[in-house]
Structure formats: structure tokens, C-alpha cells
């Protein structure tokens, strides 16, 4: 799996995600957290939540991110709904795919690190309009890292999402 996180230009961002079988991207606006929110929600399905779903505005349409975790895997579906309020149900599927949860939150570090080495912080927050979401991709990291350390048939369980995130 590989997931890009592009800067097109001042506050819009796309988010590509591909697998063996298909591509799919999202056009992020920043009039919300995107990229905070998109790392929060995968750190969360890593620490052990079931389901976590993050929302990329397009003014007005949205696409939403919805991760379904089963065990040490996880159902991702990108779907776009014409406006933003509209139930998950409304939505086109735009991409789907599962993953094992190490190779998802391997791919979501590794998009963020590679706009970090292009742009850096100031570059970052020229082209995006807000700063670099270093705190939500150091838990990320943090969360990843801990779960690589456990054998795999533990990997199916919560380890200790409270302690860095409140529950939303």
C-alpha cells in the first residue's frame, strides 16, 4: 500500500491512496484539520478502536476516510459524498482496500515524513496554510512502534489508545 499526501496549492492537498488492485485520491481543502484528523484516525485503528472515519472537506463536497479494524487488519473505503452533511450511505466508493494494520500506519508515516523532507515546517505551512502536524504523526509513530513490538497474534488488541487521544 501506498499512501501521498500532495500540496497542490495554498490550502488544498490531495490524498492518494493505492494498493495492488487500485488507485484512489481525495482533494483535501484546510478549512478543516485534514492531515490531523487523517493521522488520528489511523493511530486510533492502530492503539485498538474497531472504527475510526476522518472527513476531507472539498467545499462543498467531502470525501471521508472510514477504517474498519478487524483483528490485525483493516477494512479502509474512500468514498465522496456531493455535500458535506450527507450520510456515509449517499456516498460514491471512490477506493477500497485491506490492509494489515502494520502496512497502513507504515504508509501514512511514510506520506507525512516525504512532505516534511520536501517542504519542511515553513514550507509546509506556506503551501497548506496551517502548521505541520508533527504532534498527530510523533502518536502515530508512537502507536505504530508499539505495536510492532508485540508478536502478531497480539496485534488484534487495544494498547492504551486513552493515552493519547480523548475519545471524540
Known sequence: MRVGWRLQHHGWAVCALRDDAAYGEALVSYVTDGPEEFLTAVARIVLGQTHSRVQFEAEPAAYRLNFQR???????????????????????????????????????????????????????????????PRTELSALRSAWH??????????????????????S
Open 70 to 132: 478487524d483483528r490485525s487488519e483493516v477494512d479502509i473505503r474512500l468514498s465522496h459524498v456531493r455535500t458535506r452533511d450527507l450520510p456515509d450511505e449517499a456516498g460514491t466508493t471512490v477506493w477500497t482496500s485491506r490492509q494489515p494494520l502494520t502496512v497502513l500506519a507504515r504508509a501514512v508515516i511514510r506520506a507525512f515524513d516525504a512532505v516534511d523532507a520536501e517542504h519542511g515546517e515553513a514550507g509546509y505551512l506556506s503551501a497548506w496554510g496551517r502548521p505541520f
Open 146 to 167: 508499539g505495536i510492532r513490538r508485540q508478536p502478531a497474534a497480539d496485534r488484534s488488541g487495544a494498547v492504551g489508545a486513552a493515552k493519547l487521544f480523548t475519545a
